[in-house]
């Protein structure tokens, strides 16, 4: 039950069984499925079930429910980088005549668009899609129940507005550019929208006693985009090595690191955890995991990446409820990373062409005011910015080819750091966002805004 390409030893692996032994135990799931992939690898999978000798295996498909969002919102991407749509756009621009019309595509990508979490009439995963043909049917009356863009508030309607906006803009359906532009170029040949065997049965298990019923398995038709998928734990850790490094037959890696920001804000009482574009962001055990969770009747699945771990965990159990797969695959990242941590890249000096004398000129200690910070070189000629005394914001900054840098992360992130000399071409002091980082604190020559005490520095 283990496919390996670089081992794990053999005390992790036993702890990752017996994690998949327990959920399915405890969760009462008739079956369950576990992999890590590191370094963008399947190194192990495992399962259990409730029929001795019939446990299924990485190959073994289940469906995948909400997980499916995150392969429309990828199609969606594409379409932003072929530059036949902009992620402010509002919806109207390339999808015609539906009752949303203002919302924008980020919204959408985002669940901040102020739409309804479901569609309106009978339970959409659990009745025929027949009762659902048009868009004003997944919409209903009363398309918003928040005003767009104030507030995260997941939307299955929205991700379905998402699949037809793909279907207008490449003229062919969702299933058609899924399969063209995302399935075959991962080789993610056993991720369908139909079930195609060897496949899980969907099952129902009594909340007050161990017996079982099948669930029915409904095509869903115009809402397929926010749920419909089948696939396996092979396939999936497949899709998690894309979403950890990219791929360019798919998603540069830039678009997908703009997937993986956050871009919606956590909902109430949920500050561990927020939504970026089509992908949730969890932090959980110390780290950053960015993925998906889904479910639909019969089934339940999650996928989580921790980029920093260079590893992913898939977890999947075909019941309705009971099994909690978004924490197994959490703990699944989390035994790995903590029993056989990464090894960091060995330390080497910047290449020759990277350095000058004037770059290494202005490294070192800087002021803003008080506080000290210190400036280091980066890769590439970018620079990083970080409190000399733990208290300060910590940027890092790409070099622009007109000069100057522009913040990555944090607080100082899209804001320009830039050198100002005096007349004579000697550093005055850095710039950043109007902040002012001078070599001393307060010196009285240095160019402090509001000037600086004449008497300088005095006891009391």
Same mark, same amino acid.
């Given at each position: 039950m283990t496919t390996s390409f670089e081992a794990l030893l053999p005390g992790t692996e036993r702890a990752l069984l017996h994690r998949v032994a327990v959920a399915q135990s405890e969760g009462r799931a008739p079956s369950f499925v576990g992999a890590v992939v590191r370094d963008g690898a399947l190194v192990w999978s495992g399962s259990r079930s409730c029929v001795d000798g019939h446990a299924p295996d990485a190959d073994t498909q289940f469906r995948i429910g909400s997980l499916t969002k995150v392969f429309t919102a990828v199609l969606v991407m594409r379409l932003r980088d072929e530059g036949l749509l902009g992620l402010d756009d509002p919806l109207e621009l390339h999808l015609k005549d539906t009752s949303a019309s203002e919302v924008t595509i980020a919204q959408l990508l985002s669940h901040s668009g102020g739409l309804a979490a479901e569609a309106p009439? &009978? @339970? @959409? $995963? %659990?009745?025929? &899609? /027949? *009762?659902?043909? $048009?868009? /004003?049917?997944? *919409?209903?009356?009363?398309?918003?129940?928040?005003?767009?863009?104030?507030?995260?508030?997941? /939307?299955?309607?929205?991700?379905?507005? *998402?699949? /037809? *906006?793909?279907?207008?803009?490449?003229?062919?359906?969702?299933? $058609? +550019?899924? %399969? %063209? $532009?995302?399935?075959?170029?991962?080789?993610?040949?056993?991720?369908?929208?139909?079930? +195609? &065997?060897?496949?899980?049965?969907?099952? +129902?298990?009594?909340?007050? &006693?161990?017996v079982m019923l099948p669930e029915p398995s409904e095509s869903l038709g115009l809402m397929a985009p926010a749920g419909q998928l089948w696939s396996t734990a092979a396939d999936l850790a497949r899709f998690a090595a894309f979403l950890a490094a990219g791929d360019e037959r798919v998603l540069a890696v830039a678009s997908v690191e703009e997937m993986r920001a956050p871009a919606s804000p956590a909902g109430e009482g949920d500050w561990d955890g927020s939504y970026g574009l089509g992908l949730q962001l969890l932090r959980k055990d110390g780290r950053t995991l960015i993925g998906h969770t889904g479910s639909l009747p019969g089934f339940v699945a999650a996928l989580w990446v921790s980029v920093e771990d260079g590893l992913a965990a898939i977890a999947l159990a075909n019941a309705t409820s009971g099994p909690l797969t978004a924490v197994v695959a959490a703990d699944l990242v989390r035994i790995v990373a903590e029993a056989e941590p990464r090894f960091p890249e060995p330390w080497r000096p910047l290449p020759e062409a990277e350095v000058d004398e004037e770059l290494l000129a202005l490294t070192g200690p800087w002021y803003w005011g008080t506080y000290a910070y210190g400036l280091r070189l980066g890769s590439e000629r970018g620079v990083v910015l970080e409190p000399l005394t733990g208290v300060g914001r910590r940027a890092r900054f790409r070099a622009l080819p007109e000069g100057g840098w522009v913040g990555l992360n944090g607080y100082y992130a899209g804001e320009t750091l830039r050198v100002v000399r005096r007349a004579d071409g000697r550093v005055s002091h850095l710039d950043l966002g109007s902040f002012v980082f001078t070599r001393e604190p307060y010196a009285p020559a240095d160019a402090v805004p509001g000037g600086v005490d004449e008497a300088g520095w005095r006891g009391l």
């Amino acid at each position: 039950m283990t496919t390996s390409f670089e081992a794990l030893l053999p005390g992790t692996e036993r702890a990752l069984l017996h994690r998949v032994a327990v959920a399915q135990s405890e969760g009462r799931a008739p079956s369950f499925v576990g992999a890590v992939v590191r370094d963008g690898a399947l190194v192990w999978s495992g399962s259990r079930s409730c029929v001795d000798g019939h446990a299924p295996d990485a190959d073994t498909q289940f469906r995948i429910g909400s997980l499916t969002k995150v392969f429309t919102a990828v199609l969606v991407m594409r379409l932003r980088d072929e530059g036949l749509l902009g992620l402010d756009d509002p919806l109207e621009l390339h999808l015609k005549d539906t009752s949303a019309s203002e919302v924008t595509i980020a919204q959408l990508l985002s669940h901040s668009g102020g739409l309804a979490a479901e569609a309106p009439g &009978a @339970w @959409w $995963e %659990r009745s025929s &899609a /027949s *009762l659902r043909p $048009e868009l /004003s049917d997944v *919409l209903g009356e009363r398309p918003f129940l928040q005003t767009p863009g104030r507030r995260h508030h997941y /939307s299955n309607p929205g991700y379905t507005l *998402l699949g /037809s *906006l793909v279907e207008a803009v490449r003229g062919v359906s969702w299933e $058609e +550019a899924l %399969r %063209r $532009e995302i399935l075959e170029p991962l080789g993610m040949g056993r991720t369908t929208v139909d079930p +195609a &065997a060897p496949h899980a049965g969907g099952w +129902a298990v009594h909340p007050w &006693a161990d017996v079982m019923l099948p669930e029915p398995s409904e095509s869903l038709g115009l809402m397929a985009p926010a749920g419909q998928l089948w696939s396996t734990a092979a396939d999936l850790a497949r899709f998690a090595a894309f979403l950890a490094a990219g791929d360019e037959r798919v998603l540069a890696v830039a678009s997908v690191e703009e997937m993986r920001a956050p871009a919606s804000p956590a909902g109430e009482g949920d500050w561990d955890g927020s939504y970026g574009l089509g992908l949730q962001l969890l932090r959980k055990d110390g780290r950053t995991l960015i993925g998906h969770t889904g479910s639909l009747p019969g089934f339940v699945a999650a996928l989580w990446v921790s980029v920093e771990d260079g590893l992913a965990a898939i977890a999947l159990a075909n019941a309705t409820s009971g099994p909690l797969t978004a924490v197994v695959a959490a703990d699944l990242v989390r035994i790995v990373a903590e029993a056989e941590p990464r090894f960091p890249e060995p330390w080497r000096p910047l290449p020759e062409a990277e350095v000058d004398e004037e770059l290494l000129a202005l490294t070192g200690p800087w002021y803003w005011g008080t506080y000290a910070y210190g400036l280091r070189l980066g890769s590439e000629r970018g620079v990083v910015l970080e409190p000399l005394t733990g208290v300060g914001r910590r940027a890092r900054f790409r070099a622009l080819p007109e000069g100057g840098w522009v913040g990555l992360n944090g607080y100082y992130a899209g804001e320009t750091l830039r050198v100002v000399r005096r007349a004579d071409g000697r550093v005055s002091h850095l710039d950043l966002g109007s902040f002012v980082f001078t070599r001393e604190p307060y010196a009285p020559a240095d160019a402090v805004p509001g000037g600086v005490d004449e008497a300088g520095w005095r006891g009391l």
